[in-house]
């Protein structure tokens, strides 16, 4: 049996709250689950082009965490119901316009960097041109590895926690010759 930690104002989302084996214990309101911090679920996607660039994107300033940093591809909560693989499909199409086939990398336990969520990480390619959602991105760009380790490197807090985090386990996996 779950759970309901509390009921969401008029169109806010809830979330499913989970245990730190990602066992669904409850339901929250998205500001519920924020405030108290409490654990739930994410996922972020990495879009790349045939040239290898990856899509990145800077959040808008009214976002209740991380307003104007830069970030993954896409990203976002599951939703309360639905399962990664929806919510990554979803956010991919919801925030930058772009649909077809993803890979699920990995799967992070929550922590600081997380924001306390369990966080699958999916992959996409593709040179369709995204379109951004003007109420969650106000720019984005195809940048290389490259640039993005130095500028990661030079200047983190211009990222998400999670990003970061994400980005540097990313080129340790399949950047550093470990594998392809």
């Known amino acids: 049996m779950t759970t309901q930690f509390g009921t969401p104002p008029v169109g806010e989302e809830f979330f499913d709250v989970v245990d730190e084996q990602d066992v ?19 996922c972020h996607i990495f879009v790349f082009n045939s ?14 965490e991380f307003p104007l940093v830069w970030s993954t591809s896409a990203s976002g909560h599951v939703s309360a119901g639905e399962s990664y693989d929806e919510s ?14 993803l890979e699920l990398l990995a799967k992070f336990p929550p922590s600081k960097e997380t924001s306390n969520e ?11 041109t995204p379109t951004f959602d003007p109420g969650e991105i106000i720019e984005g760009r195809f940048v290389s590895l490259e640039e993005i380790d130095e500028w990661v490197s030079r200047a983190p807090q211009e990222f998400t926690p999670s990003f ?3 980005f540097r386990w990313y080129c340790e996996k399949f950047v550093s010759g470990n594998s392809k």
């Open 24 to 42: 669904v214990i409850g339901q929250a309101p998205r500001s519920v689950v924020h405030r108290d911090g409490l654990l739930h679920r994410a």
């Open 51 to 64: 040239k290898g660039e990856m899509l990145i994107h800077r959040r808008t300033a009214d976002k209740d």
């Open 88 to 101: 990554a499909q979803r956010e991919t199409f919801e925030e930058i316009g772009l649909t077809g086939p």
């Open 164 to 166: 970061v985090l994400l």
């Open 118 to 128: 369990h966080v699958c990480v999916y992959r996409m390619k593709s040179d369709q």
